[in-house]
């Protein structure tokens, strides 16, 4: 079985709050739109983002939104670029979760949550590399 996911798909109670936090603060635009979902395309993967009760109906499940044990990552190319980017997605409607700052295992590292409490965390690590089309290669 090859590793590999395809869609990454969020719950959101509002898209039009859900589109300006990935679209002014992530800077992404959406390949797809309708009354119930977003689609962005990603680097290999799609990220939707389905409206609440669509999303239920469609896995046949109640009580998506609670948060979860998980984040999402975006790791940006250099070390100057997280804190920006952490502000940026604030003033596009996100939460500040923990300040970008240097773990103990290296790098650096913000947390920020959008508008429905999903997690992302904002990256830079020196000993992984991100190629032209945003592929991350894990190396130590």
Same mark, same amino acid.
């Not at 509002?14 to 992404?28: K, N, Q």
């Not at 009580?63 to 940006?76: K, Y």
């Not at 250099?78 to 952490?86: G, N």
């Not at 949550?113 to 690590?125: C, G, K, L, T, V």
């Given at each position: 079985?090859?590793?590999?996911?395809?869609?990454?798909?969020?719950?959101?109670?509002?898209?039009?709050?859900?589109?300006?936090?990935?679209?002014?603060?992530?800077?992404?635009?959406?390949?797809?739109?309708?009354?119930?979902?977003?689609?962005?395309?990603?680097?290999?993967?799609?990220?939707?983002?389905?409206?609440?009760?669509?999303?239920?109906?469609?896995?046949?499940?109640?009580?998506?939104?609670?948060?979860? #044990?998980?984040?999402? +990552?975006?790791?940006?190319?250099? !070390?100057?670029? =997280? &804190?920006?980017? @952490?502000?940026?997605?604030?003033?596009?409607?996100?939460?500040?979760?923990?300040?970008?700052?240097?773990?103990?295992?290296?790098?650096?590292?913000?947390?920020?949550?959008?508008?429905?409490?999903?997690?992302?965390?904002? #990256?830079?690590?020196? +000993?992984?590399?991100?190629?032209? !089309?945003?592929? =991350? &290669?894990?190396? @130590?």
């Amino acid at each position: 079985m090859q590793q590999q996911i395809s869609v990454i798909t969020l719950g959101v109670t509002d898209l039009g709050r859900s589109r300006r936090f990935y679209v002014e603060g992530f800077g992404w635009t959406p390949v797809f739109e309708n009354p119930e979902v977003h689609f962005y395309q990603m680097n290999g993967l799609v990220l939707g983002t389905f409206q609440k009760a669509a999303l239920e109906a469609d896995m046949n499940r109640t009580g998506l939104l609670r948060p979860g #044990a998980f984040a999402l +990552a975006h790791n940006v190319p250099r !070390q100057e670029d =997280v &804190t920006p980017l @952490l502000e940026r997605l604030v003033r596009a409607g996100g939460t500040l979760l923990r300040p970008a700052d240097a773990p103990a295992h290296g790098g650096f590292r913000g947390y920020v949550a959008d508008p429905d409490d999903h997690a992302w965390e904002i #990256a830079w690590n020196p +000993a992984w590399t991100i190629d032209a !089309q945003g592929h =991350v &290669t894990f190396r @130590l």
